[in-house]
């Protein structure tokens, strides 16, 4: 995804796999769900190749790789399992994201703080094979500031407390986690990071991150299929453009 001046829209298609894999078939197919999100306008596509693969499998990075006219943001833990995926499929973009095998979604940000050597030592191989690195980090100022130390070039920032205080009804805790992502995100990048945005996104909370100005990027999956329902994948896509582009402008 190189920088257009526009914001861009990173379309997230792990939860097609999930759909996929509830019944153990070989549809709904991922690469099918990435193909129309070019189509209706995504710059990128994102997908998340966990440890336990309980979604994105290798066969779909394969796939995924192989059949993308546009880049591949491959989100990973950082294992040495995974930096040897990256490194023999060298994609466009890959997201280091932190992991656990409990979870349902990601939760919280990577410590970048507390891990920096071994975070340095982790991406150093993925940036000299091409891939652009992003971390995938709260809001906080000792985050953003490690990340720049270890030579990532993106951030992402965490979206998804905004998101969940927002759907609680908690506006004044709502108001004062978006300050945090506005600070960081002017933080950031006066520090010279590329800054990205995701998790947990609608078309309710998008129009405030979309309109940071140092946000290039937003990262977008569970809701886009799960309004595809809905509405279809396409119409989800463009309506998500649509609020993302009035909101920067």
């Not at 590329?194 to 990262?219: R, Y």
């Amino acid at each position: 995804m190189q920088d257009t001046g526009k914001l861009r829209l990173g379309v997230n298609i792990d939860h097609v796999a999930t759909v996929r894999n509830a019944r153990g078939s070989a549809y709904p197919d991922p690469l099918r769900a990435a193909k129309l999100a070019e189509e209706a306008g995504a710059d990128g596509i994102t997908a998340h190749l966990r440890e336990d693969r309980r979604h994105i499998g290798d066969a779909d990075i394969e796939a995924l790789m192989e059949g993308l006219s546009v880049p591949l943001n491959f989100e990973m833990a950082a294992t040495d399992e995974m930096q040897k995926i990256a490194l023999r499929h060298v994609p466009h973009a890959v997201c280091i994201v932190p992991e656990k095998r409990e979870e349902r979604t990601t939760e919280g940000g990577l410590e970048v703080a507390r891990e920096e050597n071994r975070l340095a030592h982790f991406i150093a191989p993925l940036r000299d094979a091409g891939c652009r690195v992003s971390l995938f980090i709260a809001a906080d100022p000792a985050q953003v500031e490690a990340a720049a130390r270890i030579g990532a070039q993106v951030v992402e920032l965490h979206t998804g407390a905004y998101c969940d205080l927002h759907y609680e009804g908690k506006f004044d805790e709502r108001d004062a986690e978006l300050e945090r992502l506005r600070d960081m995100s002017a933080f950031a990048h006066s520090l010279g990071l590329e800054v990205h945005a995701g998790h947990g996104l609608t078309f309710e909370t998008v129009g405030p991150i979309a309109a940071f100005p140092e946000v290039m990027e937003l990262n977008i999956g569970h809701f886009l299929i799960a309004e595809s329902i809905f509405i279809g994948l396409p119409a989800a896509i463009a309506e998500m453009r649509r609020l993302m582009d009035e909101a920067r402008a």
